[in-house]
């Protein structure tokens, strides 16, 4: 079956631009997941959602980024006035459920490379 | 933030030889997992070792916990050429995944 993917693959912007990253996790899954990972470093969580709802957004560095899950599945990115210190590989994962009391294996997408000019 | 700290950040060894693997983290976990990536994309889950469990096999790989110590080793026996990779540990905390930092492994043909 189909994995998690991501649109786009590779992304080029300027400083300043508005920007969206979207993620289509495995049919299914009620749990999304969005880390970042800088360059020779170990991914970053961001947010995650259960459902709709976003359960923990504590891992967003600032108000420039966003997530929004409507229908509780297909995920968006936002990132507003981008900066050149948000260029990074930009990665979805989903589960099955990500409820603490048992484990879900979480699958991860490719990635999306955001460079910011 | 990076929770844990992995060493060595790059190894390289030959072909056949085994792949010693360490991550350090800070906090008490539930499990502890280990991951896989190619060419910083697409991380790949290799084994998940519980916070009750010290040692756990998955065919050439095999992951120790040391929770007193709140350290993990993963071993990579006979390694291969397609082994080369960045390995990550990962602690499960909640729901999120806590990374370290990596080991790229280079593994000669």
């Known amino acids: 079956g189909a994995g998690v993917s991501q649109t786009p693959s590779n992304k080029v912007t300027e400083k300043g631009k508005y920007v969206e990253l979207r993620c289509d996790p495995i049919?299914?899954?009620?749990?999304l997941y969005w880390y970042r990972q800088s360059l020779g470093q170990g991914p970053e969580f961001l947010i995650y959602?259960?459902?709709?709802?976003?359960?923990?957004d504590s891992g967003l560095p600032n108000d420039r980024f966003f997530a929004v899950r409507p229908e509780g599945s297909v995920s968006t990115l936002k990132i507003q006035r981008t900066e050149r210190g948000d260029s990074a590989v930009y990665l979805c994962?989903?589960?099955?459920?990500?409820?603490?009391?048992?484990?879900?294996?979480?699958?991860f997408g490719p990635g999306t490379r955001l460079t910011v000019l | 933030s990076q929770q844990g700290e992995e060493d060595p950040q790059a190894l390289s060894i030959q072909e056949g030889e085994n792949a010693t693997m360490n991550c350090s983290y800070k906090t008490s976990i539930n499990n502890l997992q280990w991951y896989r990536q190619n060419s910083g994309r697409g991380l790949v889950h290799l084994i998940l070792?519980?916070?009750?469990?010290r040692e756990k096999h998955s065919g050439r790989l095999r992951v120790t916990l040391d929770t007193s110590k709140k350290s993990s080793s993963l071993l990579i026996t006979a390694s291969r050429a397609a082994d080369t990779a960045s390995y990550f540990c990962a602690e499960t905390s909640g729901s999120r995944l806590t990374f370290g930092e990596g080991t790229q492994l280079t593994v000669n043909p």
């Open positions: 070792i519980r916070s009750n469990e």
């Open positions: 959602f259960q459902g709709t709802g976003a359960a923990d």
């Open positions: 994962a989903s589960s099955l459920s990500g409820r603490r009391s048992s484990y879900n294996e979480q699958f």
């Open positions: 049919s299914g899954h009620t749990a």
